[in-house]
């Protein structure tokens, strides 16, 4: 008696790759609820504590930047600019952040059953918009507190807020791929969060550095992804400009392309590496 066997051979996969990352798109959004559900379990306070972080940032930054160095806020209460640009930051690195370490943390997963690898990245994205939601209408209360009126420059909110995510996935296709191979790429990430803090314009606005030195500061994609928070939530616009938002679109765009190309090349192996 014969019987045939049905073997899933990588170009198959390749051919099919994308329509199957459409079909399996309820697995994506389980993985992201499982990963939601996870970060916040067993806790005393729930996702409270993506209150708590960036409010414990911003009296730092606040007390630092807005009263010992006493830099410049451009007119707006200086709490309320560094909350938009920590929501922007929190958003980029959190997301960045979860991808990296994504692949690694469902070794298990990945090592039994066929689905395309990029829905596991895509899918911890989901824990860093969770947070910026719990976070937004802290800032929300905040404007209100200082009598901050929305403008029209408010509905293109989402944009950024899609920038902030695309670049997130766009960095972390990069590190999640190199963490299956290179484990040493966990032990930098906090690192790269840390340093990017301050070469970020997070606690400051960019019209606050010398002039001569504004230039470097656009050169940070994440530069325009912070003004341009502050830009539709705050009506504060000095320091988006065309250089700085050219940077931050040509950037993600080179990154997105390659990292999905190296993580397509790569994503055969995981399963053996892991």
Known sequence: MSSTKRVITADRAERQYWRDL???????AFLAWRDVAVRYKQTVIGVAW????????????VVVFG???????????????????????????TGFSAASDSLVTNGNLISKVY??????????IAVS???????????????FWYGATP???????????????VAA??????LSALNVKYRDVRFVIPFVIQFGVYVSPVGFSTTAVPEQYQWLFSLNPVTA???????????????????????????????????????????????DVI
């Open 169 to 174: 996935l766009s960095v972390g296709l990069w």
């Open 151 to 165: 403008t029209w420059n408010m509905l293109l909110f989402p944009v950024f807020v899609l920038l902030a995510l």
């Open 115 to 124: 689905f395309p690898r990029l829905v596991i990245p895509l899918s911890s």
């Open 225 to 271: 992804i912070i003004e341009g928070f502050r830009w539709t939530l705050l009506g504060q616009s000095d320091g988006l400009t065309p250089l700085s938002l050219a940077v931050c679109l040509g950037t993600i765009a080179v990154l997105l392309f390659t990292g999905v190309r190296y993580f397509r090349r790569t994503e055969q192996s995981f399963a």
């Open 22 to 28: 459409w079909r399996f798109r309820e697995l994506l």
């Open 67 to 93: 009263k010992i160095a006493n830099l410049p806020s451009g007119g707006v209460p200086y709490p309320l600019l560094v909350l938009a640009g920590m929501l922007a930051w929190q958003l980029f690195s």
């Open 50 to 61: 993506a209150i708590v972080r960036p409010i414990v940032t911003v009296v730092i930054m």
């Open 129 to 143: 918009l969770v947070d910026f939601l719990v976070t937004l209408p802290l800032l929300v209360v905040l404007m």
